[in-house]
């Protein structure tokens, strides 16, 4: 198993900085953080961190609470550290975190999990799972598919013409695959379907997603993978 799987699409998140409005997925991740938890929050983990932006919003959230992002990407940390010097920015894979990592009464991880494959989803929750703390709350939100199908998705795209390198990014497990790992980890897991509540166009970037209306539905997200994008959020509460 490698701990670094390709992804390199986020070079808009330095080029465009933070959203001026938080985003939507931001705004619902909170709404179900706090209907989850019943005591003081002390620290927080956001795996996948980018930029630190969800981390940011969650820091208006929780003030009194400190905060890590994780991330593989030095320049993303390097700018979060920048745009949030009271937070802490560890460079380090999700599949590999660093053991002082621990005890956290919140683990998010925030559109990363379709990185990983076959080969590292059980790492991935492992290390979730080895960071929050008894008693805590693991948030993850990722496209999900309801078909009992794991797909394993590579891409690449022509800049300029020319073919580029093969990415993940888009890895979709199965539903049922993400409950059997977490039933075998003594979790429960509960589902919440995120629906963007907003129109988005497309961008000059074909790999992000955009909505169209489709007979089902007003806002169907997909991408130029042509892939049909449905986002759950997985709400893990861990037992004290
Ligand atoms: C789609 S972005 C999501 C960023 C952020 N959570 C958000 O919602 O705005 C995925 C992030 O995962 C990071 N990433 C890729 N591989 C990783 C790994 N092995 N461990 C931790 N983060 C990783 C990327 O650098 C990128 O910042």
């Known amino acids: 198993m490698t701990t670094s799987a390709k992804y390199s699409n986020h070079g808009h998140y330095i080029k465009e900085g933070w959203s001026r409005e938080p985003k939507e997925s931001f705004k619902a991740a ?3 953080i706090s209907s ?4 003081d929050v002390a620290k927080v983990l956001d795996v996948g961190c980018a930029t630190g ?4 919003f969650l820091s208006k959230c929780m003030p009194e609470a400190h905060f890590v992002g994780v991330d593989v990407t030095e320049d ?3 700018e979060g550290r920048r745009l949030l010097p009271q937070a ?9 975190l660093p053991s002082e990592l621990k005890d956290f009464d919140i ?3 925030i559109g990363c999990m379709s990185i990983f494959d076959e080969t590292q989803i059980e790492a991935f929750w492992d290390n979730l799972l080895g960071a929050v703390r008894p008693g805590g709350l693991i948030l993850v939100l990722s496209p999900l598919n309801e078909f009992g199908v794991d797909a394993m998705i590579r891409h690449r795209k022509r800049p300029n013409g020319a073919a580029g390198d093969w990415e993940s990014g888009w890895n979709i497990f199965s539903q049922d695959t993400i409950r059997e790992i977490l039933q075998a980890r003594g979790i429960d897991l ?3 379907r995120f629906e963007l509540p907003i129109d988005l166009p497309p961008s000059a970037d074909p790999i992000r997603t ?3 209306a489709t007979e089902k539905r007003e806002r169907q997200l997909t991408n130029g993978l042509k892939l049909l994008v449905d986002h759950y959020f997985m709400v893990c509460k861990v037992k004290d």
């Open 30 to 32: 909170w709404n179900i």
């Open 36 to 39: 989850s938890i019943d005591k």
């Open 53 to 56: 932006e969800f981390v940011g």
């Open 76 to 78: 993303l940390l390097e």
């Open 88 to 96: 802490e920015f560890v460079n380090a894979s999700a599949l590999a």
């Open 107 to 109: 683990v998010c991880a």
């Open 190 to 192: 509960v589902l919440e």
């Open 210 to 212: 955009w909505t169209m």
